[in-house]
């Protein structure tokens, strides 16, 4: 698997995997405790090369005192457990905000914004496990590392929850509790074999709690449909690409047939049809926003190649040319 930290682009921004750059700089000014097996721009002690494939990070911190930082919108390379010990922890996963409390679970998938701190983070010791199953986008197929020791058929039903569920927070009865305690020893010690065995019984632990709340699994909640549907959400706010049919389904890890036929059911248009769709509200709303500046300017922010191009697309959707509109229309509130 890569260690090369991953990039998400939504929103207009870029996104890397989480560094963590707040810790690191809390650390250095004493005002947290980290300790931390890691790779890539993750903190901590680095892991040997060869020890524990796909862990990418996996440690503990103790704030004792409320922070003046907090960790913003990220993402991550693989699936991420994270278990509150002690204080509150307010977090935003998937534009849902949330107050984790002592002894509850996080999950989040890589396809899953969230951020911790609202925006500081408070008081509290913070457990986690960030491990790089393979997966970008929902409908992929999962690749466990070979040193986890559960049976196929465990492994399988596993990842049919983490797959077909997106809740996000979880109670953590004492068995998990007693797994990341065991995980945060281990990682303290820097013992790697008690730190493989540990996070195998935290996975069985996990699997134990969804059977036991027989949790509901949705098979849409995997499929390649998803994740064009999580694209289409996303591009509205990252217009200014030079989309093609195949880099928007490359970037959804499909093949272009499959992307214009969801994309077909779940917008009505075609791919590219949409992408323009798009742009001319985004110009309609900057045209009315933003009423000093060059039509030309907001033409390229919002993807158009030229400002002509702009002027026969808007006209043809619109009605009229984008400086009568903006004429026409009242200034937004």
Known sequence: MSQRPIVFREHGHVHRADTC????????????????????????????????????????????????????????EGIELTFLESGRMPLRVDNRNAVMQPDQLLITRPWQPHQLGDPRIGAGRLAWLILDVGIRHPHQSWRWPEWLVLTPSDLAAL??????????????????????????????????????????????????????????????????????????????????????????AERCAVGPTTFVHHCRKLTNMAPIEYLTHLRVQAACRALRQQRDRAITDIALDCGFASSQYFANVFRRQVGCSPRAYRQDSKPSC
């Open 159 to 248: 990842t049919r929850y983490l797959r077909g569920n997106e809740q996000p927070l979880w109670p953590a009865p004492s068995e998990i509790r007693h797994g990341f305690q065991g995980i945060c020893q281990a990682v303290q010690d820097n013992n790697v074999s008690k730190l493989a065995v540990t996070i195998n019984e935290l996975f069985l632990q996990l699997l134990e709690l969804f059977r036991g709340r027989r949790v509901p699994v949705r098979s849409s909640l995997s499929s390649s449909r998803r994740s064009v549907e999580l694209f289409l959400k996303q591009i509205a706010d990252n217009l200014g690409e030079p989309w093609t049919l195949a880099a928007m």
């Open 21 to 76: 750059r707040p810790v690191v700089e809390a650390v250095r000014a004493g005002a947290l405790r980290l300790e931390a097996l890691a790779r890539g721009t993750y903190p901590g002690r680095r892991l040997p090369a060869h020890a524990l494939p796909g862990v990418r990070s996996v440690g503990f911190w103790d704030a004792r005192s409320p922070q003046d930082w907090g960790l913003p919108l990220h993402r991550n």
